[in-house]
Structures are given as structure tokens and as C-alpha cells.
């Protein structure tokens, strides 16, 4: 299938940007790597009136040390990230979650800012940004507003962006010292969209107590979450310790089935994977 | 069989040798010529406006909005090709008593199926033909739907061809000797089983393609599709257009993937002949992948209910089961959607040997695209039955399962042989092959090692099976039936004037290397160099009559007419070289392209010079001399309905109970497919296929909500199986070849697919029984093995 | 009515200029305006990899980019590869392993393969299957391509 009719601009200034987005007899929809967006409109799901390409924007781009944590531009790829001894030695969480993201070819466009935006539910990011406490930058003509990723990831599909506003950057903070991550996912194919995945992130000395945990699943629910009551059941535990009533509080999460799994095996898979990243954390 | 039949021996042959072949050259080059590559002169683009209900009625068509978008040369509804184009019905004579209705290429009063085509545009770009085809306006009244195949059958179903009263399509019942009696008697143990087998379709990587080119001036109807029978479809579009056959020329270049998706008759591509016929404009369609997923051949679909009776000592006393098929609304033309039914009956068993023996088959409609045949017709399903009852009856005695099969197997000395079902078997090897895969995956070793690391909470398993492919079909197939399907298949080998030879041949090229085993039989059997063969096939202009490539038969029945004509061709230039030489034909053999004696020594004359003197010097010819430096020949098989193979496949699984995932940590595959042409792509198509076995046993399925709509018709949705996850598979091969041709080669192309999921399934079933489970449902999805072990 | 941006881009090394419909994707444009029907389309929506080719210096989904997206780059085709010689020896290895059948996966894999090899991965089976897990092949099984790649990687430490 082939996409139906747009208009198309290619702005070289967030703020010519956001005067095409913010016009709306334009039905403008912003265009990252495409990598989601291009396939809803070859199949004509997804018909916007103009997509406004982002790809020109380089200073929405890039990944720099921000005091001992990172800033990275909403338009930075995928494989971008995945090349960076910055982001691999203040968010291992994200070295260790992108080779499962699609796959290579994909890596090369996908940004991380599309990813957010979109808020696919089965999408490892909006996962990886809750449980590395990260802060999602979002600008419009009106200025510039920053979001606690867990304040976000609003629903399938749905986030906290207000039209004519763009992300623009994602900020992680600095990891505490004994900050330690773990990442797991089940997926029937490698590079798939999981059937249940989950990030971890807690702080202690290995093998020993850990305290203020993140757990954060995806592709169980309509969003990515952080399950809160297992984080409290942890707290204070050596991670495999309180694997068992951590899983137990997962009753908390909306599960919701797909074609590979129905609600309740996405339940129990959760618990699966949960312990899985425990065991890594 | 008589004939040359020390060419397997002599030292110039290629059979027998894995040579690269040509077509991988120009393919690595992206040199390669498929459909969508065609563009022509005035071309127009096709799109078509498909059905969005499973069943309804449609009250009415606006195409008004569509036809006014600029660019757009046509709207065709169903109605519009009523007259234009002749109905067809997929039934075949020899399938006594299978019905179907009569199909148009859209849709003309009731849509029967999501996804059927209704409306068809036609525009200068895809893109145009697909702007215009949403502003079509349609409004259907839905109809129930009958979905489910299982209660397709129901008194209060949804009955989707009134006049047949029922949405029964077809039924068989097959028995032999007395299956109750045995079934009965009290020295048995009886095993029962239902077997769940999901709708799969072949993902052809390249989607269905045609363009078509009308020539009114000559009434020339040229139709470039990516197929594999050119000159059934030449026949099926003279017939259905209205024009002499003659007058269709359909030819088929690359073809990115078939695996029996392409060798059918679909509407959108009848439309896009008629299309191009009333155009008079030469016109494109090319399925996109949602096209695909609804519209290409779905296959398998069925349960299974299936019962084996074994005695103490592993024999087995009985076998019977009854399965239940969905074949979509219609019966697919013009193979029919009954073969695969019939295949379950036919196959179910047959390496062993079973005196009683029931089995039936009822073949239903129902409102789920069609289905029709995908490569290993009917085998994933007869092998999982009977290997699958097999293995768990041995494990319900206490026997192993390679035990049980050495017991019940028929002995490689007993041939020829009859099955409980009729079927005729020659030359076939079970044992030896069950013998080569003990050995080569060192089965008593692994057996212990799983065993150790069972006790570790490593959850390991093995699953075997013994079958056998159905190749090399006989008129008895289709053409019986009264089908434009041939069974036969011709080669045409011509020395050209440099000395070359040219082959072309009504077998066809997918991918599988057609063109490369030709090429390697002619020139072994004639005596050129390798690369002194250029192959043409796929083109009705230009080849010899034949049916193409379906059920395994290149290798086994073109190649068999491309060894009588090579020799052929040898006979009669040795007769010019005699009479050039003053000799006669027997003194001489030609080697390397040379005209040499025949007990050896420096070449007597080159074959070009041979050629030159007969094309451009014939006053040097004695006057009663007429030379032929063309041959042609036709070959098929005669003395039995099939020629089967067999193999021997084994599966190693490790599964994970917590997640329910299954790993395939390796594959091993014996098959004897009698002489073995060119290993290299015989074990190609061996791993390709045990890689599409792999896919139908874990991972492939067309999931349908209970209303008819396909839910995972994207290839993000519907699994096959991707590199990751594969395992290398090991092949080796025993090699009977059959008596039935003197090249003695049988087809290689399905037994990988057919026989896979019944090696997995029971290495899977391996792994669960210790864990108080079992699954015989496929794919074997993680949700369902977890099902299986009651966590969800 | 119908949206064009004229766009000027090289591609195997040839420079051209031309006006594309802005919702074009790169691949079609490549094969129907150029005649670069090397790349193959196999599902439009990014998943199946036959599409696969380079843009500045990146291996992309043909497929998922728009031609306009295009105006300034650098593109390398399946076409451009055999006419520079660049991954010579990967295709002599896909031929010599046969390590496709159709063929029609094969450009989109050949780009992956090369990714990976220009790229320094090492002859592991496992890595190799990885970095091809987004190139669909319904042919080979995958062996024969994983033997290619290796035996590639193989041969150019030796040389």
C-alpha cells in the first residue's frame, strides 16, 4: 500500500517548527526517524495532513554529560546511543536494552525522541526512561516544560505532549555510584516486540541489600509502568530476597492481553520476568 | 527403462556435484528481473477494493468519486466483468462428489470471504488506483458468517452456498482390514489424540505480481506473472478470456518465492487480464503484503482426531482418525481445495505398516479465505498424526521410539509395496535412513545426557519421524481429474552454431535451481562444459508443453526429459561426426565439447566446427544427409501414481517451563531422494524447508476473530521464522534411485516442511512428559505450552 | 494537487536531479524513477528487510524513508555495491555457499551482511544471526547465508 497524500516540510528551526504544528488548518504531525510513524502511513492508518521532518533540526540532536548524568537530543538515533561510552557508562540500563530494540536497520533511524513521543506500549524506552528516573524535555513557541518520565506515559498511544509541543530532550541523572540496572524481555523473536519485558534499577552493593528500586514493565499493560508496590516489597531486600513478594504485588498492573499473550499469561510472564532481572540486578 | 546408463559414471558428468549456480551471480548483482521490475509503455496501475466483512450481501456499488480522481482510467466492479470473463469452479472429476460455486474475479452479489475482492481501479500509479479505491463507496449488508470449521457443519450454521444445502464441501472415508476388531482386541494399548493443526500461508517474500498485455490488433494477450505453471495459466486465461490459447503467451522470469502460493487462480489477477483485454493497455498488479496475507492461499487448517492401537511387543495393530478441514468459501481453482484432505488420508502411516486402517475426512466451507495447496501438501499433518500417535504409544509401552519404528517400518527388501490406502511404494529406504540418523545425531548419547540434565532442571527433548513426500506426480494427480495441469514435462536442447548448447524446458525456476540441475544433466549427458549451457524456461512462447513446478517434480520429471533429450541430441551430432569422420556413430563419444573417439584419445573435431559445417556449410554434406542438432523430449512417470521418497528427521528441543518458549538446539534430516543431482541445493531446499517446518510448528499462524476478520495480517503480526532462532541443521542423504526414469531422481523440495513439526512436536511432548504435560496443538506458541502445563 | 519536492541526491555514485511526489517512499523512487530495481520491496512496512540499502553511510529501510528525505545523500544500492566491487567477496561467498534461492531477499541481505562485516563483527554464528534478525528469507533456512558471512570474515583476516 502506498500513503496517501501529505504535504511536507522540512523546518531547519525548532521555532519554524513549531509555527507549521502550531497551525492547525495544517494537521501537522512531526516526522523522527519514521520508523513507526512511515509504516502506520503505507498501511493508511495514519493519514496527517503534513508531516514536518524533524531531521534537519541538529539541535535537537546528540548526547552530551549534563553535570554527572546525560542529555540527550530528542533526535539522536538509536544506533547513536548504542555507540556511545557516555551513555554505556552513565545508563548501562539503555547499552543493555538496545540490541533487543528491532533491529539493526531500524536502530539506524529510530530516535529516542519518536520512540517517547509515541509511546508505544510495547516500546522498551518509555520503560528504560522510568526506571532511570530520566526527565522528558518538551518545547513549544510557549517555552519549554520538563516532565518526570513517570508522569508521561499516559496511556496507549498517549503521553502528557500537548499539541504543538515537540520533545525535544530526555535527561537521565546522574547514577548514583552503587546504582545497578538489570534488563529482561521475553520476545517469540529476537528484535520483536516483547511478550513481557521489564527494567530494573536499584541501589546497593552487589550481592547485598538494595534500596529505592525502579521496576518498570512493558508491553504487559496500555503503557509502560512502574510497578510500585513491587518496588516497596524490594526495598530493602537483596534483590532475589524479595523476588517472590515483589511478584506477588504485581496484581497492581492493568494487565492487558495481545495475540501473543493473553492477560493472564502476561501476568504470570511479568513475574517471569521480573525475577529474571532480579536475579541479573 | 532403457538408456545411457553409465553417464552417472563417466568422468565429465556434473550430476552428482555441487556446482554454483548461474542465477546466484546475477541475483547478488540485484540483476535480477522479477514482475514489479516490468515497466512498459502505457502501463496502468491496479488496486482493488476488497471485502471488509467476512459474509455479506452487497446492495450497492458507487464508484462515481472514484472515477472522476485524475488519473484514473477505470472502476470495474463485478458486474462490469460478467460477460467478459467465464466462471470458473474448482472441482476435479476424480474427487467424487466435491462441490464448489461458480467464482467471478470480483465479487458480483454476496462477498464470502475479508479480503475479496469487489472493486477493482485502475489508475496511471498504485498510489492514484489507491487514492481513488477509498472513495468507493459500498454498502454490504452483513450476512452471518460460518468462521469456525468445527461448526461449519452445525444444523443452525450459516449455510454460505445455498443450493448445497450444507457447507459440506467434500468427504472421503478410506478403510482397510478391520480397524474396530483390532482396536478391540484386549492385548492393545489404544492412544487417543486431537491434533490441532494452525492456518499457515507461504509469505513469499516477493508478493503475487502479474502484468498483462493486451494487443488487440493481433487479439495477443501476453501475461508476465510470478508462477510457477505457465502453461496451466495459459489454458486457465484463453479459457476464462475468451481467447484461443494460442493466443496467451504467459511467461514467468525470476519469481521471488512460490512454495504453491503462486500456482493458483486468483481473482485480482484475472482482473488484471480482463482489465488489460478491455484496456487495451498493458496493466500492473502487484499484491501488497496485506493483499497477501488475506488473498494468498492459506493451508492447513485442521483437527484431527486420531487413534492408534499398538501391542506389547511396539507392533501396530490399528490406526484410524477423522479429520475436519476448513477450506475457505469456495474450492480453490483449478487444483481444488480438497487435495490436502486427501493427501491426510492417503499419507497418514504410510512408512509403516499398518493392516487396519480407518481414516476420514470432511472438507467444509466457511467464510476464512481460501485454502488450497502449499508446499508439503497434507504431510505436516499426516506425519504428526501417525508419528505423533507413535511416539506416544511407545512411551505408553514403555518402548523407545526409534524401537518401535524399527518394528513397524516397512523393510527396505520388501518393495514394491501397497499401502493399507492404496498407495504404491518402490524403492524407498526407512530403515537405512533411521539407521543413518541414529548415528549421526548420536542418539543413546544424547538420550543420556538429557536424561543427566534433567536431574539439573535442563528440560531437554527429542522427537523423530519417519515419512515420506509425495514426487514425481503421475497424470493421476490432477490431470485424471480433468485439469490443464500436465504431468508430463519436455526439454528442448539445440547445439548452437559456437558450439554451445541451449536447453529449454517446461519446468520452471522459483529459486530452487531448475535451471542449474538442467544444465548440469545436459551438459554431463551431452559433453559440453558447464558453462557452454544457457537455460530457458518459464515461457510458453518458448518452451516445450509442461506443467511446471508443483509437488516436487523439476529434478525428477524435467530432468529426466532433459537427460533423454541431451542424449538424444548426442545420438544424432555423432551420426553427422560419423558421416563427417567416415565412420560410424558408435566409434565416437563427445567429451568437453569435443566429437573424441570413443575408446579415447585428442579430440576428432569441436562441436562448433560441427555446427558450423551443418549450419553454414552444408554443401560439404553428403546430399542425403539431413542433421537435427535439435532434440526434444518429453518424459512422465507412467508405472506409478507417484514416485515417494523418504526420510528420517529428528528434533532436539530445549524448553523453558517457566516461559513456556522452546528453543530447537538441532535439527538432523536423512533423505533418500534417490540420485542426488547437486547436493548443495539439495540440502538447500532441505534446510529451507525444515526452516518452513520449523516456522508451521512454532510459529506461523493466520489467527481470525470469531466474525472472519485475519487479526495479524502484517509481517510484524504473523510469525516466520528469522535467523536468530534458527538452528543449523544437519543433512545426509541415502541414495535410492528410483527405477521409474534412468536419471533415477525423485524431489527434495517438501520433505523438510513436511516433516519438521511431527519431529518437533514429539520432541517437544519429549520434554514435557516428565513435567506431567503434552501438547499436540500447532504452532506450539508459548501461551499454549504453558497452557499445556496449566500455569495460565 | 498531488505534492513534488525537486530533490538532487547521489546514487552509486551518479549525481541526478529530479522532482519526486512527496509522499513517495525512497524505494519506490529508487525502482521506478531511477530503474534501480535491484532493491526489492517485500512488505512496506519495515519489517521484512528486502529494501535494505545504504544512505549515508548507514544501512536503512528503503521502505520507511521517504525520497524527499533523501534530497543530499548519499545513496549505495544493491547495484552500486556490484559496480564498485565493495563486498565482492561477500556476494562470490553467497554464490559459492548458495546462500539464496529466489534471490529476492537477497540485496537487503547482502547490505545487512556487509553492515556487519565493515562493521568488524567476528565469525560467531549467534552474532551473525543476530544482525541479520531483521532480514526475512523464506528460501535458505539461513544456514547457508550464516556459512557466507563467516567464511567472508574468515578470508579477510587471513588476507
Known amino acids: 500500500m502506498k500513503a496517501a497524500e501529505f504535504k511536507y516540510e522540512r523546518p531547519g528551526s525548532l521555532a519554524e517548527a513549531f509555527a507549521l504544528l502550531e497551525d492547525g488548518d495544517l494537521d501537522a504531525t512531526p516526522l523522527a526517524g519514521g520508523q513507526s510513524l512511515v509504516p502506520m502511513m503505507n498501511f493508511r ?107 508521561f506515559f499516559l496511556g496507549m498511544y498517549e503521553t502528557a505532549l500537548q499539541s504543538g509541543e515537540l520533545v525535544t530532550a530526555i535527561t537521565v541523572p546522574a547514577p548514583a555510584p552503587d546504582r545497578r540496572f538489570a534488563f529482561y524481555e521475553l520476545a517469540r523473536r529476537h528484535g520483536d516486540y516483547a511478550m513481557a519485558g521489564v527494567a530494573v534499577a536499584a541501589s546497593g552493593a552487589p550481592g547485598g541489600v538494595c534500596s529505592d528500586y525502579r521496576v518498570a514493565f512493558f508491553s504487559v499493560s496500555d503503557r509502560a509502568l512502574r510497578a510500585t508496590a513491587a518496588e516497596a516489597a524490594l526495598d530493602g531486600k537483596v534483590p532475589m530476597d524479595g523476588a517472590e513478594a515483589a511478584i506477588a504485588a504485581l496484581g497492581e498492573i492493568p494487565f492487558a492481553g495481545d495475540l501473543n499473550a493473553a492477560t493472564a499469561t502476561k501476568q504470570h510472564l511479568s513475574g517471569v520476568v521480573l525475577k529474571r532481572a532480579l536475579e541479573r540486578v | 527403462m532403457s538408456g545411457p546408463q553409465t553417464i552417472f559414471d563417466k568422468p565429465n558428468t556434473y550430476i552428482g556435484k555441487s556446482v554454483p549456480r548461474a542465477d546466484a551471480v546475477r541475483l547478488t548483482q540485484g540483476r535480477g528481473k522479477y514482475v514489479d521490475d516490468i515497466q512498459l509503455p502505457r502501463m496502468l496501475h491496479a488496486a482493488f477494493v476488497r471485502s471488509p466483512v467476512a459474509h455479506g450481501r452487497i446492495v450497492s456499488i458507487n464508484v462515481s468519486e472514484a472515477k472522476a480522481v485524475p488519473g484514473v482510467t477505470a472502476v470495474f ?74 461448526r461449519a457443519l452445525d444444523a443452525d450454521a450459516p449455510v454460505i452456498h445455498a443450493e448445497f444445502g450444507s457447507n459440506l464441501a467434500w468427504e472421503r472415508l478410506v478403510e482397510a482390514g478391520n480397524p474396530d476388531a483390532a482396536f478391540a482386541r484386549d492385548d492393545v494399548t489404544v492412544v487417543e489424540r486431537r491434533f490441532r493443526f494452525g492456518r499457515h500461508t507461504g509469505v513469499t517474500l516477493e508478493t503475487r505480481a502479474s502484468v498483462v498485455e493486451y494487443d488487440p490488433s493481433e487479439r495477443m494477450l501476453t501475461y508476465w506473472y510470478s508462477g510457477q505453471a505457465p502453461h496451466m495459466m495459459q489454458f486457465i486465461l484463453a479459457k476464462h478470456l475468451g481467447l484461443p490459447e494460442e493466443n496467451v503467451r504467459v511467461v514467468s522470469q525470476d519469481v521471488g518465492g512460490s512454495f504453491g502460493i503462486k500456482i493458483h487462480t486468483y481473482g485480482d489477477d484475472i482482473a488484471t487480464a480482463a482489465a488489460a483485454k478491455i484496456l487495451g493497455r498493458p496493466v500492473k498488479f502487484v499484491a501488497d503484503r496485506l493483499e497477501s496475507f488475506l488473498t494468498d492461499i492459506h493451508a492447513r487448517d485442521h483437527v484431527v482426531d486420531g487413534r492408534i492401537a499398538v501391542t506389547a511387543d511396539g507392533k501396530i495393530a490399528a490406526l484410524a482418525f477423522d479429520d475436519v478441514t476448513g477450506i475457505g468459501p469456495y474450492s480453490m481453482y483449478p487444483r481444488t481445495s480438497a487435495i490436502e484432505a486427501n493427501q491426510v488420508l492417503n499419507l497418514t502411516g504410510a512408512p509403516y505398516l499398518i493392516e487396519h486402517y480407518r481414516a476420514r475426512a470432511r472438507v467444509v466451507f466457511q467464510n476464512k479465505n481460501m485454502m488450497c495447496q502449499y508446499r508439503a501438501v497434507g504431510h505436516p499433518i499426516a506425519m504428526a498424526v501417525a508419528d505423533g500417535l507413535l511416539e506416544d504409544a511407545a512411551n ?36 537405512k535412513s533411521l539407521d543413518r540418523l541414529v548415528e549421526m545425531m548420536d542418539y543413546d548419547a544424547r538420550r543420556a545426557e538429557h536424561a543427566r540434565l534433567r536431574k539439573e532442571g535442563i528440560h ?24 490443464p495441469i500436465a504431468s508430463q514435462d519436455g526439454t528442448t536442447i539445440r547445439l548452437e552454431a559456437g558450439g ?124 542425403d544427409l539431413s542433421p537435427e542438432l535439435v532434440a526434444t523430449r518429453h518424459y ?101 534411485p528410483t527405477k521409474t526414469s534412468v536419471l533415477g531422481a525423485k524431489g527434495a523440495g517438501e520433505a523438510g516442511t513436511g516433516g519438521a513439526p511431527a519431529a518437533l512436536m514429539n520432541a517437544v511432548n519429549d520434554a514435557l512428559r516428565p513435567l506431567g504435560a503434552s501438547i499436540h496443538q500447532m504452532p506450539m506458541t508459548p501461551e499454549r505450552v504453558l497452557k499445556a502445563l496449566g500455569t495460565v | 494537487m498531488h505534492e513534488t519536492r525537486t530533490i538532487s541526491l547521489t546514487v552509486n555514485g551518479e549525481t541526478s536531479t529530479n522532482a519526486v511526489p512527496v509522499r513517495q517512499n525512497l524505494v519506490d523512487f529508487l525502482r521506478n524513477t531511477l530503474g534501480l530495481t535491484g532493491s526489492h520491496v517485500g512488505c512496506e512496512h519495515g519489517v521484512c528487510g528486502a529494501c535494505t540499502l545504504e544512505v549515508n553511510g548507514a544501512m536503512v529501510r528503503g521502505c520507511l524513508m521517504l525520497a524527499v528525505q533523501a534530497d543530499g545523500a548519499e545513496i549505495t544500492t544493491v547495484e552500486g555495491f556490484a ?77
Open chain 1, 45 to 151: 492508518l495514519a493519514q496527517p495532513g503534513m508531516l514536518v521532518d524533524l531531521s534537519a533540526l541538529d539541535e535537537i540532536k546528540g548526547i552530551s554529560g549534563d553535570g554527572g548524568g546525560l542529555r540527550i537530543g530528542a533526535m539522536t538515533r538509536y544506533v547513536d546511543l548504542a555507540a556511545s561510552a557516555l551513555v554505556a557508562e552513565r545508563a548501562p540500563l539503555m547499552a543493555m536494552a538496545l540490541p533487543h530494540i528491532a533491529h539493526a536497520a531500524i536502530r539506524n533511524r529510530g530516535t529516542i525522541g519518536g520512540s517517547v513521543a509515541l509511546a508505544d506500549p510495547a516500546a522498551e524506552m518509555p520503560a528504560l526512561l522510568l526506571a532511570l528516573d530520566a526527565e522528558i524535555t518538551v518545547q513549544s513557541s510557549a517555552g519549554t516544560k520538563t516532565h518526570a518520565a513517570a508522569d
Open chain 2, 77 to 150: 466492479t463485478g458486474a462490469d466483468f460478467v460477460g467478459q470473463v467465464e466462471p470458473y469452479v474448482g472441482v476435479l472429476s476424480h474427487l467424487a462428489g466435491l462441490r464448489s460455486a461458480p467464482q467471478m474475479p470480483l465479487a458480483v452479489d454476496v462477498a464470502r470471504w475479508t479480503g475479496e475482492p469487489l472493486v477493482m481501479v485502475v489508475a496511471s500509479s498504485r498510489a492514484i488506483a489507491e487514492d481513488a479505491a477509498a472513495l468507493v463507496e459500498i454498502d454490504i449488508e452483513e450476512l452471518d458468517p460460518a468462521t469456525d470449521m468445527e
Open chain 2, 396 to 431: 505408553e509401552i514403555g518402548m523407545d521410539v526409534v524401537e518401535i519404528r524399527r518394528r513397524n517400518l516397512v523393510r527396505d527388501d520388501a518393495y514394491p509395496t501397497v499401502s493399507a490406502t492404496g498407495m504404491k511404494f518402490d524403492d524407498l529406504s526407512h530403515h
Open chain 2, 460 to 483: 531437554r527433548g527429542i522427537g523423530l519421524v519417519s515419512m515420506v513426500e509425495v514426487t514425481n506426480p503421475s497424470p493421476m494427480f490432477y490431470g485424471i481429474g480433468g485439469a
Open chain 2, 500 to 623: 554451445a548448447i541451449h536447453v529449454s524446458s517446461s519446468v520452471t525456476e522459483q529459486g530452487q535451481g531448475t535451471n542449474a540441475i538442467l544444465a548440469q544433466i545436459a551438459a554431463g549427458v551431452f559433453g559440453v562444459p558447464l558453462d557452454r549451457v544457457k537455460v530457458t524456461t518459464g515461457d510458453t512462447r518458448s518452451t516445450p508443453y509442461g506443467g511446471g513446478t508443483w509437488a516436487s517434480r523439476g529434478a525428477g520429471i524435467g530432468g529426466e526429459a532433459t537427460l533423454q533429450a541431451a542424449h538424444a541430441l548426442k545420438q544424432q551430432v555423432l551420426e553427422v561426426a560419423a558421416t563427417i569422420l567416415q565412420s560410424t556413430p558408435d566409434k565416437f563419444d563427445i567429451v568437453d565439447g569435443h566429437v573424441v573417439d570413443a575408446d579415447g584419445g585428442p579430440p576428432r573435431m569441436s562441436l562448433s566446427d560441427l555446427a558450423r559445417t551443418v549450419y553454414y556449410r552444408g554443401n560439404e554434406l553428403p546430399s
Open chain 2, 636 to 736: 512422465r512417470v507412467s508405472d506409478f501414481p507417484f514416485v515417494f521418497t523418504n526420510g528420517a528427521m529428528a528434533a532436539e528441543v530445549e524448553l523453558d517451563p517457566e516461559t513456556g518458549f522452546v528453543k530447537v538446539l538441532n535439527f538432523w534430516a536423512v533423505e533418500d531422494c534417490g540420485r542426488v543431482i547437486n547436493p548443495q541445493l539439495v540440502d538447500g531446499q532441505i534446510r529451507g524447508g525444515v526452516v518452513q517446518g520449523i516456522g508451521g510448528a512454532f510459529y506461523e499462524e493466520c489467527i481470525y476473530s470469531e466474525d472472519g476478520q485475519l487479526e495479524n495480517a502484517t509481517m510484524a503480526d504473523y510469525l516466520v521464522p528469522m535467523a536468530f532462532e534458527m538452528p543449523d541443521i544437519f543433512v545426509a542423504h541415502v541414495e535410492t
Open chain 3, 83 to 159: 559496480d564498485s566491487g565493495r563486498g565482492a567477496d561477500l556476494r562470490q561467498a553467497f554464490v559459492d555457499r548458495n546462500a539464496l534461492q529466489c534471490g529476492y531477499c537477497t540485496p537487503g541481505m547482502l547490505a545487512s551482511a556487509l553492515e556487519y562485516v565493515e562493521g568488524g563483527g567476528v565469525a560467531d554464528r549467534s552474532a551473525i544471526r543476530e544482525h541479520l534478525s531483521g532480514n526475512y528469507c523464506r528460501c535458505t533456512g539461513y544456514q547457508s547465508i550464516v556459512d557466507a558471512v563467516c567464511d567472508v570474515i574468515d578470508g579477510r583476516a587471513r588476507s
